[in-house]
């Protein structure tokens, strides 16, 4: 199936239409963060350095994919933020503004002369988002901060993978997602506080934190039983059965019976209602410690059987299973498509002109988000920006000083 292919509509305007987001973040999470809002209408302006941001320079056959995703609807301006100039443009852009998003180690803000107090003279309303690896505080404020390190310092890693095997990290960006979502969810908490009392306020965000939030209950759990959590591969230590099983044509599927009525439903629909009453599978207690005799029969039973063959007949049980998809498998799916979670946008860098690219995540009924406009070039909207700010004399003098860039 082709997905459904949209066209930008520079006149889309959202729920958040109005709301100004100065974005100096780098990199994913400030990405994800910022990008939630201008899918609802804010008008995020990305004050980039001369080189880009570095999303810019995740290419895949040359094409920088991770950019064109991650910053659709977004404005970017381009300033030689080393120099004071740029900062006095940044610091005239703040009156106007909402919120303003950096992810720079803790210090380089104040150092560039851009501190909270600063800001916060300028524009008490602003709300500051401070995204860093382990906080603007403690021990750890200065180390550096990639998702990677918080993946393993969370607790995450050393329960991903198989017992025999080491602890695995995650092929994509978790933590900077994690905390890209949780910061705009916080982000606009703040908002509605500055709206109500016209104060702003500093969020220090971390990419450690709501990761390891998500691994919770590991400590309450390590307190009462002073064991570690095993990694054991796709099973799970709460609910047995749960894993992913092989079918007879090479294919994947992942299926979980987590109560007690649908691992019933499973043991009828693989024609044995006898392991119902089996002491080893009565209760889901029974069943955690025969997980892998309980493994080997369901297994048994799905690698005789073709992908199409064993879904077809556990959907029909109302079993809970489904295939492990891949990004070729996404790309023809009936449910994906349909639901459009995956769509096309144009784009003239891509191979037939089109951008495959998520739709618009949470679904709401009255402000369903919009697309305005592609990821923008480095620059693209200095003068629509900078234009009505600076006046265009000014705007010429400081382009020709190299103030203003231009990709």
């Known amino acids: 199936m082709t997905p459904h292919r949209h066209q930008f509509d520079p006149a889309a305007t959202g729920a958040l239409h109005g709301l100004r987001v100065l974005d100096l973040s780098r990199l994913v999470a400030g990405n994800v963060l910022t990008k939630v809002l201008a899918d609802h209408g804010a008008e995020v302006v990305k004050l980039e350095p001369p080189e880009g941001d570095t999303l810019r320079a995740w290419r895949t056959r040359g094409i920088s994919t991770t950019w064109k995703t991650l ?16 900062i006095e443009v ?30 916060l003279a300028v524009n008490p309303r602003l709300v500051i988002v401070r995204i860093s690896g382990w906080g603007q505080d403690g021990p750890y404020r200065h180390k550096p901060g990639f998702g990677t390190l918080v993946e393993g310092y969370s607790g995450f890693a050393a329960v991903n993978g198989f017992a025999d ?3 695995v990290l995650p092929p994509m960006y978790m933590a900077d997602g994690y ?24 969020i220090d965000l971390t990419l450690f ?22 990694r ?24 979980s019976a987590s109560t007690q009525g649908m691992t019933e439903k499973l043991f009828r629909s693989l024609g044995r209602p006898e392991l119902i009453e089996d002491p080893r599978f009565r209760t889901n207690a029974d069943r955690i410690r025969h997980g892998e005799e309980l493994d080997a029969i369901i297994a048994g039973y799905i690698a005789e059987r073709d992908l199409a063959a064993v879904l077809a007949h556990f959907d029909a049980a109302g079993v809970t299973i489904g295939p492990i998809m891949d990004a ?36 709401l009924s009255a402000t369903p988000g919009i697309l305005a406009r592609p990821a923008p070039a480095l620059g693209e ?27």
Request: glycine letters at 8%; hydrophobic letters at 45%; one cysteine or more.
């Open 90 to 119: 940044v610091l005239r852009l703040l009156p106007g503004a909402a919120m303003l998003v950096e992810s720079f180690r803790p210090g380089v803000l104040e150092a560039m002369g851009l501190s909270p107090e600063t800001l």
């Open 165 to 167: 095997r080491e602890p």
């Open 209 to 230: 934190d709501p990761i390891h939030v998500m691994m919770e209950p590991q400590h309450a759990n390590w307190q009462l039983t002073q064991q570690l959590k095993p």
């Open 71 to 86: 910053s659709r609807n977004k404005l970017s301006v381009c300033l030689a933020l080393r120099e004071r100039a740029a």
């Open 232 to 255: 054991t591969g796709s099973r799970s230590t709460n609910a047995v059965p749960r894993n992913a099983y092989r079918t007879r044509d090479g294919s994947w599927v992942c299926l």
């Open 328 to 363: 070729a498998m996404l790309a023809e799916d009936r449910y994906v498509v349909e639901r459009e979670a995956l769509i096309e946008v144009p784009d003239a860098e891509m191979p037939g002109g089109w951008l495959p690219m998520h739709g618009m995540v949470p679904r």
């Open 381 to 407: 909207h200095n003068a629509a920006v900078l234009g009505p700010l600076l006046g265009e004399a000014e705007l010429a003098r400081l382009r020709a000083e190299g103030i203003v860039r231009e990709a």
């Open 179 to 202: 905390s890209g979502l949780y910061g705009a969810a916080t982000a606009m908490i703040a908002l509605r506080h500055a709206e109500a009392t016209g104060q702003g306020q500093v």
